[in-house]
């Protein structure tokens, strides 16, 4: 860890926009007052949890402001297209989008994405295609993401009334991709609905991945810290120990201060030590 003290600030200001696309964007752009003795900040990309077919950057409000105020990078949190409407991979789409008006805005600033729940997935996935594209991220920040479509781990089995259940999962998974796991891009990226199908994790931003102990997803977010670290990418694994899933959500949340700590250590620290 840097060794700088963590600087906080206030909101400077937030506001919504449509980002131009052959379907537009919405997002709401949020950007911290910048402390005067270290400027240097970021620009990171939200997607909002939800099983894929709900919330909002309106409901993700206090999130992504808290975001933006604790880390002093500005935040961009899509209302990404949901699910049934929308099946894979128009929400993935629209991240990327998000990604594209914010690499040109952020200049020489380093560009992350992130995402919490199901948008942890999708961030996930964005950092593939991002990856596929030859375009750098400075690092990808999943908070509790699913990540297998069939809920196999046992975690699901230990607490059968904890959140999210295996089968409503299973059921949000189904709804979101249909019967198509990959797509493809216009210019022939392939756009995955979960990093497990990727056939190589080498070259990806350097992640942060935070989950509960108590959380039904730990163990496949535990896996994918293992894989990620076989093919030479840096992890982060953040796991505390009362952080249920949909921790961010909540007044206080520790988690939501551990990932905007994370943030601010990617504007001080070296291009060796990412994390």
């Not at 409503?168 to 979101?176: E, F, G, P, S």
């Not at 093919?231 to 551990?258: I, K, N, Y």
Request: glycine share 8%; proline share 9%.
């Amino acid at each position: 860890m840097s060794s700088t003290p963590r600087t906080t600030g206030t909101l400077l200001d937030w506001e919504a926009r449509t980002l131009p696309a052959p379907i537009p964007v919405p997002v709401r752009v949020y950007r911290p007052a910048p402390a005067a003795h270290n400027p240097a900040s970021g620009w990171l990309v939200w997607a909002h949890g939800g099983s894929w077919q709900y919330g909002s950057a309106t409901q993700w409000h206090t999130v992504t402001s808290t975001l933006a105020t604790l880390s002093g990078w500005t935040v961009v949190s899509v209302d990404y297209r949901l699910a049934p409407r929308h099946r894979h991979p128009t929400a993935l789409e629209d991240v990327l989008t998000a990604l594209s008006w914010t690499r040109r805005r952020a200049g020489t600033s380093p560009v992350a994405v992130g995402g919490d729940s199901a948008g942890g997935t999708l961030a996930a996935c964005a950092a593939l295609a991002e990856r596929d594209r030859g375009r750098r991220l400075a690092a990808q920040l999943l908070a509790y993401p699913p990540l297998d479509p069939d809920c196999s781990s046992a975690t699901y089995r230990r607490d059968l009334t904890a959140f999210p259940q295996a089968a409503h999962l299973r059921r949000a998974w189904r709804t979101w991709r249909g019967t198509t796991s990959t797509a493809q891009a216009v210019d022939g990226t392939t756009l995955y609905s979960t990093p497990f199908d990727a056939p190589t994790l080498v070259g990806l931003a350097p992640a942060v991945l935070a989950v509960g102990l108590t959380d039904p997803v730990r163990a496949e977010v535990n896996e994918y810290a293992l894989r990620l670290r076989a093919a030479d990418v840096p992890v982060r694994l953040l796991q505390p120990p009362a952080a249920g899933h949909g921790d961010v959500l909540q007044p206080g949340s520790r988690l939501l201060q551990q990932l905007a700590d994370a943030l601010h250590h990617l504007s001080t620290a070296g291009e060796g030590n990412p994390l």
